[in-house]
């Protein structure tokens, strides 16, 4: 089916973050757009008043008129989803065009200039800046991106732009979809193993991956990755880290709230760049976002520019509260390396202050294969509490719980280990310097009622 031929799409999986950016591009053209999630949630709400028709029950009947035409209507479904999904089999039955969300961003990056961000971690916030560079500057942009851009308020940009930013997930290998104009990746450590199965195939997915960007465009990859890139003729390559490779920082200087580095390039050196986040982690980050933006041609005042005012992504180093007595933050971090890079930054940015983490493990065999990362991150912090894994798409697995984490972290670190529904009574009876929630389930969803905790603590 033609993308120009669509009248009407429709959602298995709607309040995904990712399916509900596709799900804002077509509400924003003008069609009808119509879909399920098994639960409300904040984003699905605010997708029904933009528009969308959502229901929360496996419901033939429930699907709008529009999206019961085959002909005319896309029908688009996140992995996640069973295939024995009444919705999902009514379609398939009936000989509907149906697509992952993965293969509807291919087909955007063959109607744009893709500029994709792949890596097992970094790459929303990496995707997110780039994002907002090309946007606030002369060539703006599309994105679909995997979190809530703090600049917008939404995980979505739409534009009469040639380019489009889209975060290239990895998982169930739907990044091969992507035909990208030009890609960053940022990390390849072994991640999803229920999926690829051994290292060696996680590693093979992203060298076919680097085989789809076209002719003429470019490879921009971190220095230090194990993987090896197999590029098309005419693709130019480059390479970045913090302090090495074609783009890399020098100057670095964090304090007082504030970090500024130089940006060095192949193409035109920049003095003085101001992270609008200030978190060392971003440092990195920003490297890859302004390489791809000037590539693409942004000039130099536009990456100083859009890299002062980026704002941050939603559940990405948040934070909610930011005093001299106490510092309250949120962080979608869930594999080691992630927890690792969090928790170096926080304790680069608060040498002085006691750390205490809140920690949701997520997915039963993510901690079946890296209980021991997961040990060896959290001990660069003083205190860790944790909780029961999360289990999303999985079922239990025997012997695996977050007492292998647990029995694990270093000596020196203050732990213990509650229930998730125990989380609230423990911060209203414990004092913190500096806490942190972290994780990819829902712990997060209390973090409001931490926050006003928390302030109610300072106010008395």
Same mark, same amino acid.
């Given at each position: ?13 709607? $309040? *995904? #973050? ?6 804002? %591009?077509? +509400?924003?053209?003008?069609?009808? /757009? ?111 991106? $995997? *979190? #809530? ?6 995980? %979505?940009? +739409?534009?009469?732009?040639?380019? /489009? ?113 200030? #978190? ?181």
């Amino acid at each position: 089916m033609n993308i120009k031929d669509i009248k009407a799409v429709y959602f298995i999986g709607a $309040g *995904g #973050i990712g399916m509900s950016a596709i799900a804002r %591009y077509f +509400l924003k053209r003008g069609l009808v /757009v119509g879909g399920y999630d098994k639960t409300p949630s904040d984003l699905t709400r605010r997708l029904e008043k933009e528009g969308m028709l959502i229901h929360y029950e496996e419901n033939i009947d429930e699907i709008p008129h529009a999206c019961k035409k085959k002909e005319s209507c896309l029908i688009v479904y996140t992995p996640a989803i069973p295939t024995d999904h009444q919705e999902l089999q009514y379609f398939r039955a009936n000989g509907f065009e149906i697509q992952k969300r993965a293969q509807v961003l291919g087909t955007l990056t063959q109607a744009h200039k893709g500029l994709c961000v792949a890596g097992t971690h970094g790459k929303t916030t990496s995707s997110t800046m780039c994002a907002h560079i090309m946007h606030q500057s002369h060539l703006n942009c599309n994105a679909f991106l $995997g *979190g #809530i851009s703090k600049n917008y308020g939404t995980n %979505y940009i +739409l534009s009469d732009s040639d380019y /489009v930013v889209i975060e290239a997930d990895e998982f169930d290998r739907s990044f091969h979809w992507l035909h990208p104009w030009m890609s960053v990746i940022t990390s390849t450590d072994p991640d999803h193993l229920d999926i690829y199965g051994t290292k060696e195939a996680y590693l093979e997915s992203f060298r076919h991956y680097t085989e789809l960007i076209q002719p003429g465009g470019a490879l921009i990859i971190h220095r230090d990755l194990e993987m090896k890139e197999n590029l098309q003729n005419g693709v130019r390559r480059y390479d970045y880290s913090l302090n090495e490779g074609d783009f890399h920082a020098e100057n670095i200087r964090i304090g007082n709230g504030e970090i500024l580095f130089d940006f060095i390039s192949p193409i035109e050196n920049i003095t003085n760049v101001k992270l609008g986040q200030p #978190i060392p982690i971003n440092i990195e980050n920003g490297i890859a976002a302004m390489a791809m933006a000037q590539l693409n041609g942004c000039t130099k005042e536009e990456l100083k520019y859009g890299m002062q005012t980026f704002g941050g992504v939603d559940r990405r180093f948040d934070f909610k509260i930011k005093t001299d007595k106490l510092v309250f933050l949120s962080d979608y971090a869930h594999h080691p390396k992630e927890i690792y890079q969090s928790a170096k930054s926080i304790r680069e940015l608060y040498q002085d202050k006691h750390i205490t983490a809140i920690f949701q493990p997520h997915l039963y065999t993510r901690t079946r294969d890296f209980y021991k990362d997961f040990a060896d991150a959290l001990s660069l912090l003083d205190e860790v509490i944790l909780t029961e894994i999360y289990p999303a798409r999985e079922e239990p697995i025997e012997g695996v719980t977050s007492q292998l984490i647990y029995d694990n972290l270093g000596e020196g670190v203050k732990k213990k280990m509650i229930l998730k529904d125990e989380v609230l009574n423990y911060v209203k009876t414990h004092n913190f310097e500096v806490l942190i929630v972290l994780g990819a389930g829902d712990l997060d969803n209390l973090v409001p009622q931490i926050t006003k905790l928390l302030n109610s603590k300072i106010a008395s």
